[in-house]
């Protein structure tokens, strides 16, 4: 493990860092090169946790803007992040890497339930473990149940994937003259209102010193480097 600065890292994936170019579903070439990148990893000694999104294939906010029961429409989110997180067992299994899901709503016919001490035993015995279905409660997004199992299991950083390179004070996407962060703090993040993770993620990982790294998930060492503490993403940490 010589070489990196965090050594149990939580991982955050959107559902939609799974869609590839397409605007749906699962794109088996990201999920393949996704289970390199973390295999690697986890072969070097890094104990590896991951929450997935369920953007990809229904997001519970889309479901309430749209009529349905918001209670109702964040149970299904959480039963597509269960499927996302099947997608990815099956990648990782393909590398030959060992890996668990664990769901936070009980589905013992495809996956374990979430029980942290036995979530922390896979850990320690090297297998990728996936966290599914957030947190097993509506109204809480998947970034606060990231934050919820990064403390949880004690990891040493939370890691953002997203679909930009870290975190920028406007949107890059509308903005060309949008400046990149290499480092902030939780309480700039809330007071600017950067959409880095919902505020309750940022809280819980403020109030737990969890620092979070924000990266592009795109190429295929963008983990490593973050894990081994070069800045190829921004840092959110605790003010002194």
Do not use: W
Not at 128 to 134: D, K, L, S, T
Not at 142 to 157: K, M, Q, Y
């Amino acid at each position: 493990m010589s070489g990196y600065r965090y050594k149990r890292v939580l991982l955050k994936l959107s559902g939609e860092a799974l869609m590839g170019e397409g605007s749906f579903g699962i794109d088996p070439h990201v999920t393949e090169r996704l289970a390199r990148q973390i295999k690697a990893i986890s072969d070097d000694g890094i104990e590896v946790g991951i929450v997935v999104g369920g953007g990809n294939i229904f997001r519970g906010l889309a479901g309430s803007a749209s009529g349905m029961d918001r209670a109702q429409a964040d149970y299904m989110g959480m039963l597509a992040t269960i499927m996302n997180a099947l997608a990815l067992q099956d990648a990782f299994e393909q590398q030959g890497a060992s890996c668990r899901v664990m769901s936070a709503i009980q589905m013992n016919e495809v996956c374990e339930p979430y029980i942290r001490r036995r979530a922390m035993n896979h850990l320690a015995k090297g297998d990728i473990v996936i966290f599914a279905a957030g947190s097993g409660n509506p109204y809480f997004t998947t970034d606060t149940a990231a934050a919820l199992r990064a403390c949880e299991i004690g990891a040493d950083c939370l890691i953002k994937a997203t679909k930009v390179d870290g975190i920028y004070d406007m949107d890059p996407v509308d903005n060309e003259e949008a400046v990149r962060f290499e480092s902030i703090s939780y309480r700039e993040v809330l007071v600017r209102g950067l959409q880095v993770m919902d505020a309750t993620a940022t809280a819980l990982s403020q109030d737990n010193n969890m620092p979070i790294i924000v990266i592009n998930i795109d190429g295929e060492d963008t983990i490593k480097r973050a894990l081994a503490g070069e800045p190829v993403g921004t840092v959110v940490y605790q003010e002194d």
